[in-house]
């Protein structure tokens, strides 16, 4: 560029001539250094150089520590940044590859004391050059706030017929930054599940619970929108309490259990054998069948007399696996019956069911039935230590002059409880 221009004046025409010629030849020269102008302008100031600074600096909050992001999008001169922070009691310095666009230069500030941290960058060029400081506000969280967190509250919880465990989690001031619950529980084959529950669930089922165990859960937190980390509380410990409900598990468990029952074969009329149960011969006294019959609707029965042998020591029973330790019940709705005979609705370990002569001490639970009970519903209830196999049924013996039961249906329940 050219210094300051002195114009000098000149008499007449040939004055006017000369002093425009030398107007002219300043601007031509002017124009050649527009460029450098604008360079000048932005960055010189007198005879000082001043690299551009940040165009932007955003402070991402974390675990005692910062993530410090500048954008950088002018000069392409700049080869490093110096971030300080605390009135410059430290600092850092990162080196800066430019390229055609705009570049951010991003870093990890560690071991910040927890609370409010005012940052500095200043931008370096290859000769050394300093742009002006440009300042950000930061945010450390630390044990102070992770101290402040409470985890999500279980409100209550209950079973249902699927046996399945619903927990109901209370509401949370969203203002601290919870994010969600993480949950662990085991299951009856001692599988560990793990279940993340975010804020706008509240019910959660722990499917196949395992009655009595533990649940242990906690709340994530992130204290704001630009936060690096997330914080946790510690573990708390929650067990279900559920009441002494008994859950209905006929169709799960028992085969055939009724309304209608089916038969494997029939005589086209009244009798026939059951299918899914075991029926001694000697219960099959009606032409071959019997075990299975039909009036106006299907019925498990057993009969004698009237044209049918006596029957000693009948069974109708089946083998179930029950897969839950605990308090068991069966009951069975009575069609119609009468006093003649001995009769027992029965429950046994194993696979195999007792003779008459030991329906009472060798098995698990047991009724002995006769007249007065069509249409009643009669239960008996049985204990399991572990899983496991138990047969169920009905044992009778019965004189030839006439003795009979019928059975319109069976249920089979289970109580999920932690007693």
Known sequence: MMGKLKIKTYPGVAGIF????TIAFFMTGSTGCTKMDDYKKQFVKGDLIY???????????????????SVLTSDPN???????????????????????????????VKDLLEGSHTFEVVNEDAGGNRSVPVYAVGVVYGDKYRASLI????????????????????????????????????????????????????DTLLMDYKKGSAVVYRTYYRPDSLSIDTFKTAYDTYMPQIQDVWVD????????????????????????DLDQWITTPNVKNAGGYGGYEVKNHSMIAMESGWGKSAITNGKIYQSVYLPYSGKWRMTVN??????????????????????????????????????????????????????????????????????????????????????
Do not use: C
């Open 18 to 21: 000369f002093g425009l010629l």
């Open 51 to 69: 690299p551009a600074k940040p165009d932007t600096i955003l402070v991402y909050s974390g675990d005692y520590r910062v993530r410090l992001s």
């Open 78 to 108: 700049i080869v490093k940044s110096h971030i300080y922070w605390d009135s410059r009691s430290d600092s850092m310095e990162v080196d800066v590859k430019r390229t055609q666009g705009a570049d951010t230069v991003s870093l990890l």
């Open 151 to 202: 985890n999500r509250p279980i409100a209550s919880s209950f079973l249902d017929t699927g046996l399945q465990v619903h927990l109901s989690f209370a509401s949370m001031d969203e203002s601290a930054g919870p994010i969600l619950t993480e949950l662990h529980y085991e299951t009856t084959n001692d599988d560990s599940v793990r279940l993340t529950i975010g804020l706008d669930v509240t």
């Open 249 to 272: 598990l006929t169709a799960k468990y028992l085969k055939n259990p009724g309304n209608p029952f089916y038969y494997s074969t029939w005589d086209g009329g009244r009798w026939g």
């Open 334 to 419: 009575m069609n119609d019956l009468n006093d003649q005979g001995r009769k027992y609705i029965l429950a046994a370990a194993g696979q195999q069911f007792p003779d008459i002569d030991h329906a009472e001490d060798q098995s698990l639970a047991y009724y002995e039935f006769s007249g007065n009970h069509g249409g009643d519903n009669i239960s008996i209830s049985f204990t399991i230590d572990q899983p496991g196999d138990v047969t169920l049924g009905f044992l009778a013996s019965m004189t030839d002059n006439g003795s009979f039961f019928e059975v319109n249906n069976l249920k089979l329940e289970y109580s999920y409880s932690n007693n």
